[in-house]
């Protein structure tokens, strides 16, 4: 029988089957609404019936699938003015139409031809569509087995089982990078309670992870931003106290891309830093575009949004006014956010030696236990949490300002509101290596243990609110 013959007859044979399944599918629709924001554009391969895609609120969502009868139902049961059902075989065509979502959910055990059809699925790529991969954990193999014999489980013809390594490997070997690989689901029932804590918790952890039943990978298509030309650069100086850095500043920046535009942001200072700010920038004659503001609120990151809101260029850049973390390391962050090698960059101070007074011990303690948590938090390796020197695409942060939002305003300095919400985009942060230096002038804006105690709260709502009990689960999970 082939995979076409087998699926017509499991769209008129599995109803008492999927019923029984009914939880653990809402529990695959609880997790990719998470990473898949609503009214993105979604291509699923495999569709079915197309619970999936309906569930996922597509401004665009197009099902494909080999069974006639699968996609009958589909149109009959789902089919509407966002959503579209055609039959196709993955092996032999992509589709050529980008989308922002592509979904293989539980596919890639009846590909029989792998390599290919993760091939052709780039037809549909753009630089920041996300490739969302589902496939059962083979620990889980002689389960299925027994399942099939009491008829929880309807019959399945001969499939692969691949490891979530075997899965990375065929995703690289084919232009994607892995952004993120978990197990999902140790309890695919509904029980309140217990199946949160398995499944919320547990599964989230060492060891237990392994239980999982499902595979979960993210992946990102290695393609160029799609920019015209040379990109123009908005680099944004919160400066609190900082006059005596306002003219290095202005010679120190470099130029990026066709159009470098600095944006001064003064924040309720005690000193002269305004009226530096404002002598500074009327007497300028060098090649940047030059803006400055008063924050309307306090707190770093009130300082950024302001700035981020007046900038013009593509590619929005922070600076911090101390000069610590040199702006002669600024190309290195453009090159890669043009480049595509990262599509957040994010400074580094840890890796080379920092001159002796750049960073007390206490606080060199502390970046590294942020670094370790976020890195546990969010599921992507960096090792500097809290750097001042970061840079991201505009297009970016205008979607990560709306993905935060469900998260409140619980972040004053704006390191971790750019992190968690990068994260929750599946954005590929990287770390790029700066030379921590001593201050030239002043002294530094932290307070070690007022502000360390902030942080250390901000690291346990990122448990709460993104590793452990995320808000768009919806109780799903």
Not at 194 to 220: D, E, H, K
Not at 302 to 313: P, T
Request: net charge neutral; proline share 5%.
């Amino acid at each position: 029988m082939s995979f076409r013959d087998h699926f017509d007859w499991v769209a008129e044979n599995d109803a008492g089957p999927r019923k029984v399944q009914r939880t653990f599918h809402r529990q695959v629709q609880g997790l990719l609404r998470y990473h898949i924001p609503k009214d993105s554009s979604v291509l699923e391969w495999g569709c079915g019936r197309g619970e999936l895609l309906e569930a996922l609120q597509p401004s665009r969502g197009l099902g494909v699938d080999l069974s006639p009868k699968m996609l009958e139902r589909a149109e009959r049961e789902r089919s509407g003015k966002t959503l579209e059902f055609r039959e196709g075989d993955l092996h032999e065509e992509g589709v050529d139409e980008k989308f922002d979502a592509i979904v293989l959910d539980y596919l890639p055990g009846y590909l029989q031809d792998i390599h290919a059809c993760i091939a052709n699925l780039r037809k549909s790529c753009h630089a920041r569509t996300r490739l969302y991969v589902l496939s059962l954990n083979h620990v889980y193999r002689p389960l299925l087995a027994i399942g099939k014999l009491l008829g929880l489980v309807v019959k399945q013809p001969e499939s692969n089982w691949l490891s979530k390594t075997d899965l990375c490997n065929i995703l690289e070997l084919n232009g994607f990078e892995i952004l993120t690989r978990t197990t999902e689901q140790i309890y695919p029932f509904q029980i309140p309670l217990l199946t949160g804590f398995f499944n919320r918790f547990l599964a989230r952890l060492p060891f237990f992870r392994i239980f999982g039943l499902s595979n979960f990978i993210v992946a990102r298509p290695l393609v160029k931003p799609e920019l015209d030309g040379e990109i123009s650069c908005s680099v944004v100086v919160p400066a609190r106290n900082e006059s005596g850095n306002v003219r290095a500043a202005l010679e120190r920046i470099p130029v990026l891309g066709r159009q470098t535009e600095i944006i001064f942001v003064e924040g309720n200072s005690t000193d002269d830093t305004w009226d530096v700010i404002q002598k500074e920038c009327a007497d300028y004659e060098g090649p940047h575009k030059l803006k400055m503001l008063q924050q309307p609120g306090k707190g770093k990151w009130d300082a950024e949004i302001a700035g981020f809101e007046v900038a013009e260029g593509d590619v929005l850049v922070i600076q911090d006014a101390d000069l610590t973390a040199p702006p002669e390391d600024l190309p290195k962050f453009y090159e890669a956010v043009k480049e595509g090698r990262a599509e957040f960059a994010n400074g580094c101070r840890l890796v080379y030696p920092m001159e002796s007074e750049a960073m007390r011990f206490l606080n060199l303690l502390g970046n590294k236990f942020f670094a370790v948590a976020l890195s546990f938090v969010l599921g992507q390796d960096f090792k500097d949490s809290l750097c001042g020197t970061k840079m991201m695409l505009r297009s970016d942060y205008l979607r990560l300002l709306e993905r935060i939002r469900v998260l409140g305003d619980f972040d004053p300095f704006g390191d971790f509101n750019l992190l968690f919400g990068s994260a929750m985009l599946d954005l590929k942060i990287r770390d790029v290596l700066v030379r921590y230096r001593d201050r030239a002038y002043g002294d530094t804006n932290i307070s070690r243990f007022r502000h360390g105690w902030i942080l250390l709260k901000m690291t346990f709502f990122g448990l709460r609110k993104i590793k452990f009990f995320p808000p768009h689960y919806k109780g799903s999970l």
